[in-house]
């Protein structure tokens, strides 16, 4: 289970884009939600800009180390 978890971890974190919610309003019994572009947890967190330089560097290297064929055959 431990192993699983390990490569659906990098799976979900590095390839997997999500689209966060930004607003909610409600217009009488009716709720519209507004969602932003879809971005994978990598990609919101090198935009962020809370990163230094070395951890920058040393999460390129490890996306581009990832083959995410390879994970998706691993997790099943």
């Known amino acids: 289970m431990k192993d699983l978890y390990r490569v659906w ?39 962020s800009g809370q990163l230094s330089p070395m951890a920058h560097q040393s999460l390129e290297q490890h996306y581009e180390s990832l083959n995410p064929v390879m994970l998706r055959k691993q997790i099943e």
Do not use: I
């Open 9 to 47: 971890s990098l799976w979900r974190n590095y390839f997997q884009p999500v689209m966060r919610l930004e607003s909610k309003l409600r217009a009488g019994a009716k709720v519209h939600r507004r969602y932003g572009l879809p971005a994978t947890p990598y990609q919101r967190l090198l935009a």
